[in-house]
């Protein structure tokens, strides 16, 4: 079975996925750290990544503090990943 497709947006997906490995972060950090490692990436672009992500079950909204929306890997027992 193959894994998910994520077209034009994969480089960004992958970058996603890898500063969220260390854990929960909001939305402005994780753009910052994104483009840290990608350079300039767009809105749309950022965005399309998350959605494609979060359809796959990869990750999920949360928030870290009342205000301040952020995504998570998502967690899983299928995987390990909590």
Do not use: K
């Amino acid at each position: 079975m193959a894994g998910p497709r994520f077209g034009r947006f994969g480089e960004v997906a992958l970058w996603v996925l890898v500063v969220l490995a260390d854990g929960p972060q909001p939305v402005v950090r994780l753009v910052d750290e994104v483009r840290r490692r990608n350079g300039h990436v767009g809105p749309g672009t950022f965005f399309g990544a998350i959605a494609r992500l979060e359809r796959a079950s990869l990750i999920e909204a949360t928030t870290l503090r009342a205000d301040e929306r952020a995504y998570r890997l998502h967690r899983s027992p299928d995987i390990g990943v909590s």
